[in-house]
T-cell receptor, first 114, second 110 residues
Framework: DGGITQSPKYLFRKEGQNVTLSCEQNLNHDAMYWYRQDPGQGLRLIYYSQIVNDFQKGDIAEGYSVSREKKESFPLTVTSAQKNPTAFYLC?????????????FGDGTRLSIL | DAKTTQPPSMDCAEGRAANLPCNHSTISGNEYVYWYRQIHSQGPQYIIHGLKNNETNEMASLIITEDRKSSTLILPHATLRDTAVYYCIVRANRDDKIIFGKGTRLHILP
């Protein structure tokens, strides 16, 4: 089945440790996105990529990094510089900007600090 | 800030049609209306979207008023699995991010 796969579903991080969240899609979508969701809150955009080897900062990029070496993969690294990393992280993809194309989401990774 | 207004919660009896309203009085001509839903601890699920015409797919129908200032999502035969938070969003093609408001928490009653 086509879709977006995020792994792991749950992730625990020690203080001062970097962790990488995986996002893979087999929908042949050009655009990919990372959002963060805090309890009872809406989604906030961290980073996005419209094409391979290119990405832009979203509203809350500090303490995060990404790469887009392959069309189907857009991993997110939560660095030790992110002071409040505990959240639900959502990856999304879309065909692109044309024609009002919707973003489709994975099932998320829940990150917690030990 | 979200450009939409939705009631915080609604109840619907199982098997009946669920009609979820959304106000978007400041919508621009190039902005689409999207509906998503989020079941607890899962990612948002895309339901439907439209520009000005009514739309229908296997999940739901979207009715947009002629002045485009409001819309209604219709789930024709609600089931317990439709219990979720439903988000109405307006977004233009050029917008890279989706801005989720607080949505409507829909409770399906057995």
């Amino acid at each position: 089945d086509g879709g977006i796969t995020q792994s792991p579903k749950y992730l625990f991080r020690k203080e001062g440790q970097n962790v990488t969240l995986s996002c893979e899609q087999n929908l042949n979508h050009d655009a990919m996105y990372w959002y963060r969701q805090d309890p009872g809150q809406g989604l906030r955009l961290i980073y996005y990529s419209q094409i391979v080897n290119d990405f832009q900062k979203g509203d809350i990029a500090e303490g995060y990094s990404v790469s887009r070496e392959k069309k189907e993969s857009f991993p997110l690294t939560v660095t030790s510089a992110q002071k409040n990393p505990t959240a639900f992280y959502l990856c999304a993809s879309s065909i692109g900007r044309q024609g009002g194309q919707p973003q489709h989401f994975g099932d998320g990774t829940r990150l917690s600090i030990l | 800030d979200a450009k939409t207004t939705q009631p915080p919660s609604m109840d619907c009896a199982e098997g009946r049609a669920a009609n979820l309203p959304c106000n978007h009085s400041t919508i621009s001509g190039n902005e689409y209306v999207y509906w998503y839903r989020q079941i607890h601890s899962q990612g948002p699920q895309y339901i439907i979207h439209g520009l000005k015409n009514n739309e229908t797919n296997e999940m739901a129908s979207l009715i947009i008023t002629e002045d485009r200032k409001s819309s209604t999502l219709i789930l024709p035969h609600a089931t317990l699995r439709d219990t979720a938070v439903y988000y109405c969003i307006v977004r233009a093609n050029r917008d890279d991010k989706i801005i989720f408001g607080k949505g409507t928490r829909l409770h399906i009653l057995p």
